[in-house]
């Protein structure tokens, strides 16, 4: 049974810095992503990562988050330095062996965490 797990998150003031962990067990991981969702918002993309390490970004978190893995591939953290309000939300980890490894299309994730709530205040 594939489980993520992910940890890291809570609330920080404006310029700050968090780190979500989002780990995989009884999986092989290849492609894992996170994705963010603000109530009464859709849920947007935000990185994603392929199995050897090639990582792509949302525009609005470049130069800001870092996505990276570890454990033998099995599980992924995302830095989140110099943080807006914006950024508040729920954070989920995704994975899966998608077609595209991409942060753009969450209908390709079948294995989803429980969510962790960043919130990030002026």
């Known amino acids: 049974q594939v489980q993520l797990v992910e940890s890291g998150g809570g609330s920080v003031q404006a310029g700050g810095s968090l780190r979500l962990s989002c780990a995989a067990y009884g999986y092989t991981t290849d492609c894992m992503a996170w994705f963010r969702q603000s109530p009464g918002k859709q849920r947007e993309g935000v990185a994603s990562?392929?199995?050897?390490?090639?990582?792509s970004y949302g525009e609005f978190v470049k130069g800001r988050f870092s996505l990276s893995r570890d454990n033998g591939g099995k599980t992924a953290y995302l830095q989140m330095n110099s943080l807006k309000s914006e950024d508040t939300a729920m954070y989920y980890c995704?994975?899966?062996?998608?077609?595209?490894?991409?942060?753009?299309?969450?209908?390709?994730?079948?294995?989803w965490g429980q969510g962790t709530q960043v919130s990030v205040s002026q």
């Open positions: 990562i392929r199995s050897d390490g090639i990582t």
């Open positions: 995704a994975a899966d062996r998608p077609f595209s490894c991409t942060y753009r299309d969450a209908g390709q994730y079948s294995y």
